[in-house]
């Protein structure tokens, strides 16, 4: 007992059997508990008396002031495009009209509206007055069958318990990355490649690793560099097919290739698909699942680019399982996680079905057609530019091009080259250190023809007025 305990005067009187009557402490009385009047023990720890039986409480300490904070995931959530577009300083030529290569949306400049049909599909869900409430968090059971219709075949076939309707491509991602990966794994990443996977991870406090695109075999995975970066805590290989950035499209053979690499280290795949089937007239390039005989995968998709209704917030998860290696487990972590929220809008999810049957085929032909052209343009007119590289394209909506900086010494970076792009010609590009690959810029091609033309005149211009060729190496200038 302490030396201040010792000093405390106690008296304790007894009752006929025994049993404590009173205590007092310092001169307070307490009952046969211990406790005084104010619910105080006399030890200082407040009590509070429930059907005759006292249990301690905690006290509270008090803020003494205001702190909200946000929270570490808040704070580790990073958009690379926006870190870099909000950094430049934008002021486009006042005498030009602003060209923005740089929007992936592909409804921007009204030239590539939806077909008649999707309209009438949503006008038909709205006028049904069916689908006003709220939907399962999975989707609708009719729709989520449509989409397994639609995207089913032999070598990988799908029922509607192996859908789930997402807000958007976007949000498949992210419920396919938190229901594969913890904090402390990590998922290997495409670079260049879609800057929303490294800003999902990171905030869930997952590693990534960034795996080599090689330009100069029309983008392909350098599958040694890819190979490398596993280990026991990689959780998922993200394969973008066909690609953003990059416009790539990868044919069967090397599609094998990289499903052998996740089959030897037992990688499942969450597959980026969102620009399926927009592949260029002479490619082909069918789907991961109908590859894979082991490895299972996510396929991630939706309504955004090939219907051209990106605002409409449709994607959705295709589960495709190789051995019963998901199992129930992984289903049942994306029925709870498309819980957090109540997915995809209902009205959209009560025209899918009659979207995905009666869209002809000729729209897609139209819009691939014209995707086409137009990259031919833009890589015709700017292979001639000094300086540039663009690599042609075979599907989606994108092109690089490739700066060399050593010809440009005006300019720090491609982010430098591509600010005074706009300063002097109003024409906007996206650097490439966007998407962790420097020296590069992406051009989206689904601005009308002449527009692109012009955009790519304004370039050439540009290039011209900068350019400086190699200088003569030191023997040239000692003879």
Not at 228 to 256: A, M, W, Y
Not at 340 to 368: H, K, M, W
């Amino acid at each position: 007992m302490s030396s201040r305990m010792e000093t405390k005067s106690y008296m304790v009187q007894m009752n006929g059997n025994g049993v404590c009557g009173k205590t007092t402490v310092n001169g307070k009385t307490l009952n046969e508990n211990g406790v005084n009047r104010n619910g105080v023990h006399g030890n200082g720890v407040h009590h509070v008396n429930i059907k005759g039986a006292l249990y301690p409480i905690k006290s509270k300490s008090r803020r003494q002031r205001w702190e909200v904070k946000p929270s570490e995931m808040a704070n580790n959530t990073l958009n690379p495009i926006r870190a870099i577009v909000d950094g430049m300083k934008l002021t486009p030529n006042p005498d030009k009209p602003m060209i923005a290569l740089s929007i992936g949306d592909p409804t921007v400049f009204g030239n590539l509206p939806t077909h008649g049909a999707v309209l009438q599909a949503m006008k038909d869900a709205i006028d049904s007055q069916k689908y006003n409430g709220y939907a399962p968090s999975v989707g609708y059971l009719q729709s989520r069958q449509a989409v397994a219709n639609f995207h089913s075949c032999p070598e990988a076939p799908l029922e509607a318990e192996d859908v789930i309707l997402t807000s958007g491509c976007s949000q498949a991602i992210d419920l396919a990355i938190s229901v594969l990966c913890n904090p402390g794994d990590n998922i290997l990443v495409p670079c260049p490649g879609f800057s929303l996977y490294k800003t999902l991870a990171v905030s869930m406090g997952i590693e990534v690793k960034l795996y080599n695109l090689l330009p100069e075999k029309s983008w392909e995975v350098d599958l040694q560099h890819m190979e490398s970066l596993i280990d026991e805590r990689t959780s998922c290989l993200i394969i973008t097919n066909p690609s953003n950035p990059c416009g790539s499209v990868f044919n069967k053979k090397h599609l094998q290739e990289i499903l052998k690499v996740a089959s030897r280290h037992c990688v499942p795949i969450l597959a980026d698909e969102i620009y399926s089937d927009m592949v260029f007239p002479g490619c082909s390039s069918p789907s991961m699942a109908s590859l894979s005989s082991d490895v299972p995968i996510l396929s991630c998709g939706g309504l955004a680019k090939r219907w051209l209704v990106p605002g409409w917030r449709m994607g959705w998860i295709l589960i495709h399982d190789r051995n019963d290696i998901f199992g129930t487990e992984i289903r049942q972590g994306l029925v709870k996680l498309s819980q957090r929220i109540l997915g995809a809008c209902s009205i959209v999810q009560g025209a899918l079905e009659q979207i995905l049957d009666s869209t002809p085929q000729s729209f897609y032909n139209n819009t691939i057609g014209f995707l086409k052209s137009n990259s031919e343009i833009c890589f015709s007119e700017l292979s001639s530019v000094p300086g540039l590289n663009p690599v042609m394209p075979s599907g989606a909506m994108y092109i690089m091009i490739g700066i060399d900086m050593d010809h440009f010494p005006d300019f720090k970076n491609d982010v430098d080259f591509t600010e005074r792009l706009v300063t002097e010609q109003s024409v906007f590009c996206l650097p490439a250190s966007a998407f962790e690959y420097p020296n590069f810029f992406r051009i989206v091609v689904t601005v009308p023809e002449e527009m692109m033309l012009e955009a790519c005149a304004r370039i050439r211009e540009f290039c011209q007025s900068h350019y400086r060729p190699p200088s003569r190496d030191s023997n040239d200038l000692d003879q």
